[in-house]
C-alpha cells in the first residue's frame, strides 16, 4: 500500500491473510483502528499509543516506509520482511492496482492474531470437585388432572395450585402453555427459579437443566458447563478476552469508552458478549445439548470486566474517589445482557469488594472455604488484575494488584496465550536446557507459565543476575545469549527467544504482586512464616510451578508443600 494518492471515499481492496478475506479500507484513515471496524481485533495492550509493540501486520509486498516506532519494536529481519505495527500507519492508496470506482489499488496483508485464533486456545483440563448444588432454579415433572364440566378452573390456577405457589409466568412462555397441556396429557415439566416460571416443557425434562459459570478476565474468559441435577460438571471452554484490542488493562478499556461514550461501551460489551456466546455454543456442541437447555448463568471478574459486560457507564472507576455503579451482586434475565441461553434464564454476578477487588476472587474465597478456618491463608489470583486475600482467623484482608499482561503474553515480545505452540515448561537438567510446547508442535512463542520457568531456571543457574540482567558466565548455556546489554537475549527453542525486556516486563509484573502480599502481612502484623497455605487460584493458576514462583520471589519463602493449585 505504497502512498500514491489520498482522497474522500477513496478505498483500498486488503487481502487479509491467511483466510483470504477480502475488505474494503477507507484511504486516510489509521490501519489499526479501521482493521478493527472490521471486526479483526489485533492484539494492542497499550490501545494504539505505540508504546507495547503488539499489534504487528505483515505485508506481503510494497510495505510503507517504516516509522521510528517500527524500528524501536522490530528488528531488522523483521522490517525487511515487511512487518509494520499498524497503529504507526494509514490506510494508503495505490500500489499498481487501477482506479474502478472508489476502489484503488490492492495489497494483502498477515495478521499476526487472527480474530478467532485465539478462541482455540486449549481447555483447561482440571474439572472441579462435584458436590450438592441449590443453584436457585429447580425442574418438576408435574402430571395435572385434565379440566371437565366440574373442574373448570383455569390453565394457569390449575398449574399453580399443584405447584402451591403463586409464581409468576413471562408472557411468552404463558402463550405455550394450553398447547403444551393438550397435546400432551396435561403432562409437563416447569422449570422455575424462587418466584418464576422460566420455561415449560411438554413430558419429562426434569433432568435436562444446566447451568454455565462464568469469569470474565481482563486477558482471558473461562466458561465452565454444569448439569444442575446433581453439580457434575461437563465442559469447560477458554479463549481470548477480545477487548484486549483496546488495551490490555482496565484502565485503558475505561479511557475507550470515556473517548467514545454509550458507542464505546457498546462496542466493548457486544465483543464480550458475542464471545461468550461462542464458548457457550462451543460447550452445547461438545455434550450434545441445546443452549436453551441453560437456566442458570453465576458471572463473575473484576469490576470494571462486569460493568462492560453489563454496558453500564465505568467513567468513575479510574480515579479518586474510584465509585463503581454496583458492588453488590445483581440477578437478571439472559435475554437482558444477551447471552445465547434461555431467555428467561437467571444472570446472577457475584458482589464485589471494591472498585478492584472483584467477584472473581470472591468466588476463590468462597470456594476454599476461608472464613470459617482457624489458620493463616493466602488466596492468589495471578492475572492482569491480580489480585490477593489474606485470612487470619476471622480477620480478612485484600488488595488489587496492577499486574500487567506479561503473565498473559500479551507484553512479551514472542508472548502468547496458552496455545498450541507455546512454551509452557522450561527445565534444565544436567546442563541441558528442555522446552515443553503445547500440543507438541514446533515452538512458536511463550505462554505466561512458560515465561515463569525461563526466568526462574535462568536465575537459578545464574545466567539472569540479582538486578534481572542477562549475563554471561562459564556455564554452558551461556553460549545461547546474545547480543548485549537491553538487546541482550536468550535463545529458549529454533527461533523462540527470551529477551531483555521480556525479564523486565515480568518483574514489574512480579514486584506488583508481590508488594500487594508484602502490604497484607504488614498490615496483620504477621511474617511469611506464619502462613498456613498459600491458595493460588484460576486456570493459569494452576499451571504455575511452585518451585518458580519460589525462586523468581513472586512468593514469599514458604515451603513448597504448602503452595496449593
Not at 478456618?373 to 492482569?384: S, Y
Not at 515452538?443 to 536465575?459: E, F, I, K, N, P
Not at 562459564?474 to 521480556?502: C, H, M, W
Amino acid at each position: 500500500m505504497s502512498m500514491v494518492s489520498k482522497g474522500k471515499g477513496i478505498k483500498v481492496k486488503v487481502t487479509i491473510l491467511p483466510e483470504k478475506r477480502e475488505i474494503l479500507l477507507p484511504v486516510g484513515e489509521n490501519l489499526l483502528i479501521t482493521l478493527r471496524k472490521k471486526g479483526l481485533n489485533i492484539l494492542s495492550p497499550c490501545n494504539g499509543a505505540g508504546t507495547c509493540g503488539q499489534c504487528k501486520v505483515r505485508f506481503e509486498q510494497d510495505a510503507p516506509t517504516p516509522t521510528e516506532g517500527d524500528r524501536r519494536f522490530l528488528n531488522s529481519q523483521e522490517i525487511e520482511d515487511g512487518w509494520r505495527l499498524s497503529c504507526l500507519h494509514e490506510v494508503e492508496g495505490g500500489g499498481g492496482g487501477s482506479l474502478v470506482g472508489q476502489v484503488e489499488g490492492e495489497a494483502a496483508i498477515y495478521l499476526v492474531a487472527q480474530a478467532g485464533e485465539l478462541e482455540t486456545k486449549a481447555q483447561v483440563d482440571s474439572f472441579l470437585e462435584e458436590g450438592d448444588v441449590d443453584p436457585g432454579v429447580s425442574a418438576h415433572f408435574l402430571e395435572l388432572s385434565p379440566p371437565g364440566r366440574d373442574d373448570q378452573r383455569a390453565d394457569l390456577l390449575r398449574l399453580r395450585e399443584r405447584l402451591e405457589q403463586e409464581l409468576m409466568v413471562p408472557l411468552p412462555v404463558l402463550k405455550r402453555l394450553p398447547s403444551i397441556l393438550r397435546n400432551n396429557e396435561f403432562s409437563l415439566t416447569v422449570i422455575k427459579a424462587e418466584k418464576e416460571i422460566l420455561n415449560l416443557l411438554p413430558n419429562d425434562h426434569s433432568d435436562e437443566i444446566y447451568g454455565v459459570a462464568i469469569d470474565i478476565g481482563t486477558t482471558t474468559l473461562a466458561c465452565y458447563l454444569f448439569e444442575l441435577v446433581g453439580g457434575r460438571q461437563l465442559a469447560v471452554a477458554a479463549g481470548s478476552n477480545p477487548q484486549s484490542a483496546f488495551g490490555a488493562d482496565v484502565i485503558s478499556r475505561i479511557g475507550h469508552v470515556r473517548e467514545q461514550g454509550e458507542e464505546g461501551s457498546e462496542e466493548l460489551r457486544r465483543l464480550v458478549v458475542d464471545a461468550l456466546n461462542e464458548l457457550i455454543t462451543r460447550m452445547a456442541r461438545e455434550v450434545g445439548i441445546k443452549r436453551d437447555a441453560v437456566y442458570k448463568v453465576t458471572v463473575v471478574g473484576n469490576p470494571t470486566m462486569l460493568h462492560l459486560f453489563l454496558g453500564i457507564d465505568t467513567s468513575a472507576i479510574d480515579h479518586s474517589p474510584y465509585v463503581p455503579v454496583i458492588q453488590n451482586g445483581l440477578t437478571l434475565r439472559a435475554e437482558e445482557v444477551g447471552l445465547a441461553v434461555s431467555p428467561f434464564a437467571r444472570v446472577e454476578t457475584l458482589p464485589a469488594i471494591s472498585a478492584y477487588v472483584g467477584s472473581d476472587i470472591v468466588a476463590g474465597m468462597l470456594y476454599a472455604d476461608m472464613r470459617t478456618k482457624d489458620t493463616i491463608e493466602l488466596l492468589l489470583d495471578i492475572g492482569t488484575n491480580g489480585e490477593v486475600v489474606l485470612t487470619v482467623g476471622s480477620r480478612m484482608f485484600s488488595c488489587s494488584t496492577a499486574a500487567g499482561p506479561a503473565f498473559e503474553g500479551a507484553s512479551i515480545s514472542q508472548g502468547m496465550s496458552a496455545l498450541n505452540g507455546a512454551i509452557h515448561r522450561v527445565t534444565v537438567e544436567d546442563g541441558e536446557l528442555s522446552c515443553s510446547v503445547i500440543g507438541g508442535k514446533e515452538a512458536r512463542g511463550s505462554c505466561g507459565s512458560g515465561l515463569l520457568d525461563a526466568v526462574a531456571v535462568l536465575r537459578e543457574i545464574g545466567l539472569i543476575d540479582n538486578s534481572g540482567r542477562l549475563c554471561r558466565t562459564e556455564y554452558p548455556l551461556s553460549s545461547q545469549i546474545e547480543g548485549e546489554g537491553t538487546k541482550a537475549r536468550f535463545l529458549l527453542s529454533d527461533g523462540v527467544y527470551l529477551n531483555q525486556k521480556d525479564i523486565r516486563e515480568f518483574q514489574l509484573a512480579k514486584g506488583a504482586i508481590r508488594a500487594g502480599i508484602e502490604v497484607m502481612l504488614e498490615h496483620a502484623s504477621i511474617d511469611s512464616a506464619d502462613i498456613d497455605r498459600i491458595l493460588v487460584g484460576g486456570a493459569f493458576g494452576s499451571s504455575l510451578s511452585s518451585l518458580s514462583l519460589l525462586r523468581t520471589g513472586l512468593l514469599p519463602s514458604i515451603d513448597a508443600e504448602r503452595i496449593i493449585s
